[in-house]
């Protein structure tokens, strides 16, 4: 079976782990992206496999099955890259891929073929000696020598000689042309040893933090190519779309070659900023697809000064008021009272109606005395009454009741004292 075909490849590959076993590897298989033991099988391909070939994605190996999302999405991203000509690897929800044995055993061919392929093409067109492409220096200074027209420096210059004759092939080769043919430099000012030390830094941190931004559109790019194929128009045409895409992709590096010479070789054009809708810019920009107009479409909304804001959670705080002293009087011709009270004569408690002394009634009722009820003097559940000159207090009384003159009977009964 294919398990068989998988196995007989991975031992001639050297691989020398655990799912050499019987029955081992179709155990992992059918476990997919949730068994750590296929995953950590897939991670040795990839490893060897980079070996040979340069790939931006990488994958690694899980510990747990609650990882194989993860091993999903790192999966997913290689398989775009090596161009993957199975539809069932690279189409669908990522987080439904590599979970049925069928798909797994494909997927362990597709990667086995692919490092098989890669050794054979290293032993058929083995890379050149050091000695012959010399190192990336030396072929800078090859190149310059040919830009220059030199001649081939004998072997027993030194390297003050050699840098001694590109600088003088260089002022007779300005000499033929005009001043302002060059231009200016950008940085004028000398620099040296600590100079260039800290230039390099600078440039450094740059490259770390661009490389992350490319890295970020690269795959933003490739997530874009990668939702066209899932048409149906265009799934039929895979080939053609990878043999198109993939050979553009692979020119787009995400790290940085701008280095220090770079700053010293800029003029002071370079400084000027040009907006990329002027006519030189748009010169190499413009393309067929900027003249595609995209037809009406739904409206999203989003706009901030649509947004109605939030209701508060508590209402705003306010000080709190004091009432008016002596307002709320049903009427008579008291002289103050408490807060809705009624009295005939002298200043009561509150809310409370006294025709003698006064008590302290009931806060906003309709009389004093006991609670919401009405009664000749004041106080609660008591009333002084006036006796030989001197205040007396009598206990209140529910005989001889009868309400306040002008107010209809209520109907509880009232409170009055003893007669």
């Not at 669908?92 to 049925?100: A, E, H, K, S, Y």
């Not at 002022?171 to 004028?188: A, F, N, Q, T």
């Not at 009405?374 to 009333?383: D, I, L, T």
Request: hydrophobic letters at 30%; aromatic letters at 6%.
């Amino acid at each position: 079976g294919m398990d068989n075909e998988i196995l007989v490849s991975l031992e001639d590959l050297g691989y020398q782990g655990p799912l050499l076993e019987d029955g081992a590897l179709e155990c992992a298989a059918m476990g997919g992206a949730a068994s750590p033991e296929y995953t950590k099988l897939c991670a040795w391909i990839v490893s060897e496999l980079k070996l040979y070939c340069k790939l931006e994605e990488n994958v690694h190996a899980t510990n747990r099955p609650s990882e194989a999302e993860s091993f999903q999405l790192e999966m997913s991203g290689l398989l775009s890259e090596l161009a993957c000509p199975y539809p069932v690897l690279v189409t669908g929800d990522i987080t439904q891929r590599f979970l049925n044995k069928d798909d797994c055993l494909l997927l362990l061919t597709f990667l086995v073929s692919e490092l098989e392929a890669s050794r054979m093409i290293l032993v058929n067109k083995p890379q050149k000696k050091a000695q012959e492409s010399g190192s990336a220096v030396f072929q800078e200074l090859k190149a310059v020598c040919l830009v220059l027209g030199m001649s081939k420096t004998p072997a027993n210059n030194t390297m003050f000689q050699f840098f001694s004759g590109i600088e003088k092939k260089l002022k007779e080769v300005l000499s033929r042309v005009p001043s302002s043919h060059i231009g200016d430099p950008l940085m004028k000012k000398p620099l040296g040893p600590v100079h260039l030390e800290k230039i390099e830094a600078i440039n450094q941190a740059l490259i770390n933090d661009y490389d992350v931004r490319r890295k970020m559109l690269l795959k933003r790019l490739d997530v874009t190519v990668q939702s066209f194929g899932w048409s149906d128009r265009a799934k039929t045409r895979t080939e053609e779309l990878a043999k198109v895409y993939q050979p553009l992709r692979s020119v787009l590096v995400s790290r940085s070659r701008i280095s220090v010479a770079h700053l010293l070789a800029a003029r002071q054009d370079f400084s000027k900023i040009l907006r990329t809708s002027s006519g030189k810019i748009r010169e190499k920009t413009a393309c067929a697809i900027n003249k595609v107009l995209m037809g009406r479409v739904p409206d999203r909304g989003g706009r901030p000064c649509e947004i109605e804001p939030l209701p508060p959670e508590m209402p705003s705080w306010q000080k709190r008021q004091d009432a008016p002293h002596g307002g709320g009087q049903y009427g008579g011709t008291g002289h103050g009272g408490g807060r809705g009270g009624y009295e005939q004569h002298d200043q009561g408690g509150r809310g409370g109606y006294e025709r003698g002394g006064g008590g302290q009634g009931d806060r906003g009722s309709r009389g004093g005395g006991a609670r919401g009820g009405y009664h000749q003097g004041g106080g609660r559940g008591s009333v002084f009454t006036q006796s030989s000159g001197r205040m007396k207090q009598e206990p209140l009384s529910f005989r001889n009741c009868s309400p306040l003159p002008g107010l209809p009977p209520y109907r509880s009964g009232g409170v009055c004292v003893s007669q």
